[in-house]
């Protein structure tokens, strides 16, 4: 395996251009954490990393390494298969977990829980508070 | 073939995922693939879980290249949602959509595919009335993300699960 410094003119210029937009998307992902009011609203915003800022970092990884080894390096596939099952799961399990503290904060408030669902207006404070 | 492999899904996939680890396609390394693939699926028998029939392997790969565009769209609306741009007026909210998919791991395949599209967000699913909650971001029209829910997606999973 050569160094770094043996990376061909346009492998590397791919490579960066990959790595820089799934930093760039992962960030922005990340931004929305902090940018977002309600809980509800910012668990949307990590997904962006974890499917094209994720798929882009694997990508410039296998590039990188394919051509500095000069054969295919595909094992970064299983890092985006694996992300893009598992992280439902969790998101879900989260979501699930703040719906049950606001139906149960509803209940004791002694408000109709009809459709046991909180509107999360932006700003509405009881969905803001489950996180 | 139940016995030697209860779960050939499964199996496969360990298989593959065993090659791709190694980065090696070689005698040795399928044969130990095959040792990891089938002690994995034997393992799985222990969870007493539900043995799963996939069918239309020509509509699981129309719905995956669908979901990825889906997921690349849906990336691009939610960043620019996130940095600000675009109408300031936003409102997010619940959507109840009635779903007629009772098929466990059809459901969990949605549950994936809404979840992992930015935008969208699976909430709660009411097995008895069969009504599934989401969580949209950028909520504009209800009809319309019920039409989208079951004409994109639900449909498609209906003919491979059930």
Same mark, same amino acid.
């Not at chain 1, 990508?59 to 099952?85: D, K, N, P, Q, T």
């Not at chain 2, 090659?19 to 222990?46: D, Y």
């Not at chain 2, 940095?83 to 300031?88: A, E, T």
């Given at each position: 395996m050569?160094?770094?410094?043996? +990376?061909? /003119?346009? #492998? %590397?210029? +791919? $490579? %960066?251009?990959?790595l820089l937009t799934g930093?760039?998307? $992962?960030l922005i992902g990340s931004l929305g954490l902090l940018r977002l009011g309600t809980f509800y609203e910012r668990v949307h915003a990590p $997904?962006?990393?974890?499917? +094209?800022?994720?798929?882009?970092? #694997? &990508? &410039?990884?296998?590039?990188?390494?394919?051509?500095?080894e000069s054969? %295919?390096?595909l094992h970064e596939i299983l890092i985006v298969v694996l992300g893009a099952v598992t992280t439902p799961i969790a998101l879900t399990v989260l979501v699930g977990a703040a719906r049950f503290r606001d139906t149960a904060e509803r #209940?004791? +408030?002694?408000?109709?829980?009809?459709? &046991?669902? /909180?509107? #999360?207006a932006p700003g509405d404070a009881s969905a803001g508070k489950a996180d | 073939m139940t016995r030697l492999l209860p779960f050939p899904i499964v199996s496969s996939c360990l298989l593959a995922l065993w090659l791709l680890l190694n980065q090696a *396609?070689?005698?040795g390394h399928i044969l130990l693939g095959c040792l990891v693939a089938l002690v994995g699926g034997r393992i799985l028998t222990v969870l007493e879980i539900p043995s799963v029939r996939v069918r239309r392997p020509g509509v699981i790969m129309r719905l995956l290249a669908r979901v990825t565009v889906d997921i690349v769209r849906s990336n691009l609306a939610v960043g620019r949602i996130v940095l600000g741009f675009g109408r300031w007026q936003r409102a997010p909210g619940f959507v109840e959509i009635p779903l007629d998919?009772?098929?466990?791991?059809g459901l969990a395949s949605l549950a994936c595919i809404i979840t992992s599209t930015p935008g969208t967000l699976w909430v709660n699913f009411d097995a008895q009335r069969g009504a599934l909650t989401i969580h949209v971001l950028?909520? *504009?029209d209800e009809e319309e993300w019920i039409r989208t829910i079951k004409d994109r997606y639900e449909r498609h999973l209906l003919e491979i699960f059930e």
């Amino acid at each position: 395996m050569n160094g770094i410094e043996h +990376l061909p /003119p346009w #492998a %590397a210029v +791919l $490579t %960066a251009v990959f790595l820089l937009t799934g930093a760039a998307v $992962t960030l922005i992902g990340s931004l929305g954490l902090l940018r977002l009011g309600t809980f509800y609203e910012r668990v949307h915003a990590p $997904t962006l990393g974890t499917t +094209l800022g994720t798929v882009f970092i #694997a &990508a &410039a990884s296998m590039v990188c390494f394919s051509v500095l080894e000069s054969r %295919a390096v595909l094992h970064e596939i299983l890092i985006v298969v694996l992300g893009a099952v598992t992280t439902p799961i969790a998101l879900t399990v989260l979501v699930g977990a703040a719906r049950f503290r606001d139906t149960a904060e509803r #209940a004791q +408030l002694g408000e109709p829980v009809g459709r &046991a669902l /909180p509107h #999360a207006a932006p700003g509405d404070a009881s969905a803001g508070k489950a996180d | 073939m139940t016995r030697l492999l209860p779960f050939p899904i499964v199996s496969s996939c360990l298989l593959a995922l065993w090659l791709l680890l190694n980065q090696a *396609v070689t005698f040795g390394h399928i044969l130990l693939g095959c040792l990891v693939a089938l002690v994995g699926g034997r393992i799985l028998t222990v969870l007493e879980i539900p043995s799963v029939r996939v069918r239309r392997p020509g509509v699981i790969m129309r719905l995956l290249a669908r979901v990825t565009v889906d997921i690349v769209r849906s990336n691009l609306a939610v960043g620019r949602i996130v940095l600000g741009f675009g109408r300031w007026q936003r409102a997010p909210g619940f959507v109840e959509i009635p779903l007629d998919m009772r098929a466990p791991y059809g459901l969990a395949s949605l549950a994936c595919i809404i979840t992992s599209t930015p935008g969208t967000l699976w909430v709660n699913f009411d097995a008895q009335r069969g009504a599934l909650t989401i969580h949209v971001l950028d909520l *504009v029209d209800e009809e319309e993300w019920i039409r989208t829910i079951k004409d994109r997606y639900e449909r498609h999973l209906l003919e491979i699960f059930e």
